[in-house]
DNA sequence: CTTTGTGCAAATTCTTTGCACCAAA
DNA sequence: TTTGGTGCAAAGAATTTGCACAAAG
């Protein structure tokens, strides 16, 4: 990936582009799976040695207040972060754990601006349930 | 709210109604608040003084694993839980923090039961952005 | 009895904070 | 030379675990 989209990310939503940000919002833009904080910094760390977890919190926190990339809890452990803001959503497997994208046909619909005088900045989607791979190994335990 | 209604939540999902689970149902039947653990544990703590938090995790966790509860991951910091189970929204102010429930017209188009092989047990639709007592509070952060 | 539920204390995990140092404008 | 970014160590908060006791069937 060229530096220089990642570089524009960053900068259309007000943000220095540092060393570490940029390391990390290539990551995510490289890596679609919806990675937590320990995720990317354990992947980032080998690279830049000096990088610190605070750092990678405190810029995964920035990045999304600032709308450069979204916040999934679709995981009641971790928080994981994903740089794809186009509106989709997301399906954990119950059994392996996985976070898998999602088309949904008709999120347009439910994803209104305002309803009833609450203003929406922000919509997400989750589903949980087995997915292809572990639904014959999950039905065994019932 | 009768007992009676609360133990039949609790046996229809297959849990044995104990003193302390049927409090912990009870509150969540009366109290469509969205409460964390801790909310809960506070408020039945005065009435059974012998309960324990982790009894309080417990049986939070069965409940909603048994589906007779639903667990809303809408704030980063805590989880949160419901005893509504029918399918609605959940909106969380930014600004206060409040969780509200939303209804949403659409919300069956998009909670299907089976895509591209991924069987899907549960949909949670989470809204984010200002209530309508923040929403001009908000504005002048900008 | 045997299984299931409860509760205490300790441990674990994820995340934040305080503060000092470094780098850029 | 002032502001903002980084990173270490420590603190904090939410949740889980190990284990012992109590209750139910």
Redesign the pocket.
Known sequence: MKTSIIIDRLQDHG??P????IAIMEYLMGHYNHP???VIFNKLYPV?P?????????????LAYKGAISEITID????RYDAEISPHAHFRCKYCGNVFDFPVKNLSSVVAKEIDGFLITDAQLYYKGYCKKCKTKASQLY
């Open positions: 943000i220095k540092s060393l570490q940000r937590t904080a320990d830049i000096t990088l610190s977890k605070t750092t990678v919190y405190n810029t995964l926190k920035l009641e452990k971790n928080v």
